[in-house]
């Protein structure tokens, strides 16, 4: 017998509250509670534990466990965390039915509570209530997503159209490398060993406005950008900008989210990626979440 999933949605517009939405088949309503969040109460504990996965060092379980814990602690403050616990063994233990658990955060607000690595999230052992971590217990799926006003249309082929893919990267002489070979490549194998299905358009190495211009003219399906993100601080505010590179001077030209997006009017491709370079900092990731959040806007 399939089962059916029930939706567990939790909405963090701004630094102060949680909201959740819960609904299960045929859209019946749930309830609504609401909870604090707590991400400046948490913020100095996680921030070291951050470090170590920037640097690729998280390898202690229980270092890895407090994290995600930290995390659930963030959204879920005693209210809310007994509410999911009772959806959980409701939905899960008494009707055998599959969760599912959707976050949407403000990207443009706070992009570096977008940017946290929500998949640790993990149910604090104190609590007594089980051990769920929602990257991998069985029965629920953890996801991410962002509110549209208009829906991003599905990959649709004409009969005997090939799925065009576009590389993109950015690589300003005067930042670090950007690594991209190992993308290229497995791009270049796939359009190779799918001749038929699949188009690789020429790849830009030295991306600036004409250029990207150029590419979104072939209407490609999936737009995949690599390249170097930074938080700039402007005003009250920290600023996610992309580095193009400067076609006059060969050197980086940073713009901001606004600018990126701008160029998506001319076409939309239905899946957009955009990948902070190898050996990126979490500044970078952050940066790159608000101008994907001005990207989708534009749908």
Known sequence: MAKNYYTYRLIVANYERVQVKKWGTQEQDWGEPSGRLRY?????????LLQLARENSLNDSSKTRALGEALFDILFDDVLRQDFVNFYH????????????????????????????????????????????????????????????????????????????????SAPPDLGDVAYKEVQEALEKLAKEQKNRVELLPIISSADRET??????????????????????????????????????????????DYFSEM????????????????????????????????????
């Open 264 to 299: 998506f009017n001319q076409h939309r491709p239905s899946v957009v990626m955009l990948q902070a370079c190898e050996g990126g900092t979490l500044s970078a990731s952050q940066a790159f979440v608000g101008v994907a959040s001005s990207i989708v806007e534009q749908n």
């Open 90 to 169: 409701q939905i899960v233990h008494k009707e055998k039915q599959l969760i599912r658990v959707e976050l949407e955060i403000d990207e443009r607000v706070m992009p570096e509570v977008a940017a946290l690595p929500w998949e640790f999230l993990r149910l604090p052992a104190r609590a007594n209530l089980g051990k769920i971590w929602m990257g991998t217990v069985p029965d629920l799926a953890f996801s991410r997503r962002r509110s549209q006003g208009i829906p991003a249309q599905p990959i649709q082929l004409d009969k005997n159209e090939k799925l065009r893919i576009a590389l993109v990267v």
């Open 212 to 257: 990207i211009d150029t590419i979104l003219s072939k209407k490609p399906h999936i737009f995949h950008f690599i390249g170097h993100g930074s938080l700039v601080k402007e005003g009250n505010q920290e600023v996610g900008k992309i580095a193009l590179v400067d076609p006059e001077f060969d050197e980086a030209m940073w713009v901001d989210a």
């Open 40 to 48: 400046q109460d948490k913020l100095e504990e996680i921030t070291p």
